[in-house]
Nanobody, 129 residues
Framework: QVKLLESGAQSVQAGKSATLSCDVS????????????LAWFRQAPGKVREGIAA????????FYADSVKGRFTISQNNAKDTIFLQMNSLEPDDSGTYFC??????????????????WGQGTQVTVSS
């Protein structure tokens, strides 16, 4: 069973940087080298869950929402059991609960939540001005 566990961030001042991590378990090492799509979503109170970054493992393709392009970077460690979200130049609008998601294969629309069956429980990011 695939399990995802996010950690990192909490409270950050605007203009600063932070990194989120997501530990992936329940997937064999060999399978992690193949086609998987990993992504970060966030949800602010009263708003829909927004896809902000995605990585198609094996293809090396990355996708970013316009709101974070140039500021956020999604990456993996060499063992491919942890994904990261490096967040720079944080803004108050970046506040919300951040979720990592995973799905076998290459999700066709990787910034849409409907393509994922595996989700973490979320971690809170609050950016103060």
């Amino acid at each position: 069973q695939v399990k995802l566990l996010e950690s990192g961030a909490q409270s950050v001042q605007a203009g600063k940087s932070a990194t989120l991590s997501c530990d992936v378990s329940g997937v064999t090492r060999s399978r992690r080298q193949l086609e998987w799509t990993l992504a970060w979503f966030r949800q602010a109170p009263g708003k829909v869950r927004e896809g902000i970054a995605a990585l198609q493992v094996g293809a090396g393709r990355t996708f970013y929402a316009d709101s974070v392009k140039g500021r956020f970077t999604i990456s993996q460690n060499n063992a491919k059991d942890t994904i990261f979200l490096q967040m720079n130049s944080l803004e108050p609008d970046d506040s919300g609960t951040y979720f990592c998601a995973a799905e076998a294969g290459w999700v066709l629309s990787p910034l849409l939540s409907g393509g994922y069956n595996h989700w973490g429980q979320g971690t809170q990011v609050t950016v103060s001005s």
